[in-house]
Antibody, heavy 121, light 113 residues
Framework: QVQLVESGGGVVQPGGSLRLSCAAS????????MHWVRQAPGKGLEWVTF????????FYADSVKGRFTVSRDNSRNTVSLEMTGLRTDDTAVYYC??????????????WGQGTLVTVSS | DIVMTQSPDSLAVSLGERATIKCKSS????????????LGWYQQKAGQPPKLLIS???TRESGVPDRFSGSGSGTDFTLTISSLQAEDVAVYYC?????????FGPGTKVEIK
């Protein structure tokens, strides 16, 4: 069965950096796009970024553009989110989610359990 | 950006009664060449990640009880729970995947009356 396991969350000071990872299993990882979605405490869902199946195309929400970078390693079935210039409003649970095909216009078929990022001084 | 709105913000329904949630997009999410609405519904229970209920506005995911149904086209959509069960207490989100940035509605909290 499909499994997505996020890691790397923690507490970081404003302006700091953090790298999240998502380990995928149970499907042919290299043929599917992957999303990151976040949820601030007590708030709704916000799409963050998407990476194509081969990593050659990426999309970002305006709120993270220029600060976050998504990447993937198809040999290790992992997708990563490098976050720099972190702000207090980046505090959230970050979920990775499997797309339904290779493109960005896809819904979130499976979700991980999420990893909490707290940006605080 | 496509803005998604939902109504109501919350609703309390008696067990066995119908719950209806509305979702509206600021522009059409119907892709004319495929005649598909790029609209999904998710259920999120407390402390859990969201779970996909419905895709393409009306296609129920495998394993989702048939008391959940989706309808609508273009800009106006509805999620209906035909007979509310205790385990349906959750927040429900609509989501457009027509074009990036992908966006969600603010959520509707469903409780038992």
């Amino acid at each position: 069965q499909v499994q997505l396991v996020e890691s790397g969350g923690g507490v970081v000071q404003p302006g700091g950096s953090l790298r999240l990872s998502c380990a995928a299993s149970g499907f042919s990882f290299s043929t599917y796009g992957m999303h990151w979605v976040r949820q601030a405490p007590g708030k709704g869902l916000e799409w963050v970024t998407f990476i194509w199946y081969d990593g050659n195309s990426k999309f970002y929400a305006d709120s993270v553009k220029g600060r976050f970078t998504v990447s993937r390693d198809n040999s290790r079935n992992t997708v990563s989110l490098e976050m720099t210039g972190l702000r207090t409003d980046d505090t959230a649970v970050y979920y990775c989610a499997k797309a339904t095909d290779y493109g960005v216009s896809s819904y979130f078929q499976y979700w991980g359990q999420g990893t909490l990022v707290t940006v605080s001084s | 950006d496509i803005v998604m709105t939902q109504s109501p913000d919350s609703l309390a329904v008696s067990l066995g009664e119908r719950a209806t949630i509305k979702c509206k997009s600021s522009q059409s999410v119907l892709y004319s060449s495929s005649n598909k609405n790029y609209l999904g519904w998710y259920q999120q229970k407390a402390g859990q990640p969201p779970k996909l209920l419905i895709s393409w506005a009306s296609t129920r995911e495998s394993g989702v009880p048939d008391r959940f149904s989706g309808s609508g086209s273009g800009t106006d959509f509805t999620l209906t729970i035909s007979s509310l069960q205790a385990e349906d207490v959750a927040v429900y989100y609509c989501h457009q995947y027509y074009s990036p940035p992908l966006t969600f509605g603010p959520g509707t909290k469903v409780e038992i009356k």
